[in-house]
């Protein structure tokens, strides 16, 4: 049997069908800060490149720790486009791909709840307005401070992120954010 197994490995070996490494555990680590100016640069131009949504479509795009192993022509090309960009192999080039979609995830949650936020003191606002009238209902009272009540909790309430992603990498996306929007807008249009 274990003369099996290493004829098997030599003959992979030989046909340089082997499976990809796991990616070093900090790139899986969210806590840890990985994206570098040259990965966002490199990213950048790689979005451009039409062999970019051609190998989307044929290679499956690794997920969680233990990516499925893809070989043959399919992964070689893979690999090829990664290193054109200077990745390690197209399992880096998706890890990055996955920080820089998550950390615009974030930014955009950020966004809107600064919007929820405005909206939120214009509603104390609104209700603190309304509570001051004179001639206001008890009914319409106990509505305005109702509004009160939920308009402080919703601006006292925490905002939960869907993946947690160190600051240094979503800082780092914020600022090519601009970037990124004009090479995947330009991609698409070729």
Do not use: W
């Not at 969680?64 to 990745?87: I, M």
């Not at 160190?166 to 929007?181: M, N, P, Y």
Request: proline content about 6%; some cysteine; aromatic content about 6%.
């Amino acid at each position: 049997m274990r003369r099996l197994r290493f004829l098997a490995a030599a003959l992979l070996a030989a046909a340089g069908c082997s499976r990809p490494k796991d990616p070093p555990p900090d790139v899986l680590d969210y806590s840890r800060p990985y994206l570098t100016r040259r990965h966002l640069l490199n990213y950048i131009a790689s979005l451009t490149e039409e062999r970019r949504l051609r190998i989307r479509a044929t290679v499956q795009v690794p997920v969680g720790p233990s990516p499925v192993p893809v070989e043959g022509s399919a992964l070689a090309e893979a690999d090829a486009f990664a290193r054109k960009f200077e990745f390690q192999d197209y399992i880096e080039y998706c890890r990055i791909d996955e920080r820089i979609t998550v950390a615009r995830a974030i930014l955009m949650i950020r966004k809107v709840g600064r919007v929820e936020d405005r909206a939120s003191v214009l509603r104390v606002e609104v209700a603190k307005e309304k509570l001051l009238r004179p001639d206001l209902s008890p009914e319409d009272q106990r509505a305005a401070s109702d509004e009160l009540n939920a308009a402080l909790a919703a601006l006292k309430a925490p905002r939960t992120e869907a993946k947690r992603l160190h600051d240094q990498d979503v800082r780092l996306v914020e600022e090519f954010a601009g970037e990124i929007d004009r090479a995947e807008a330009s991609a698409y249009r070729k």
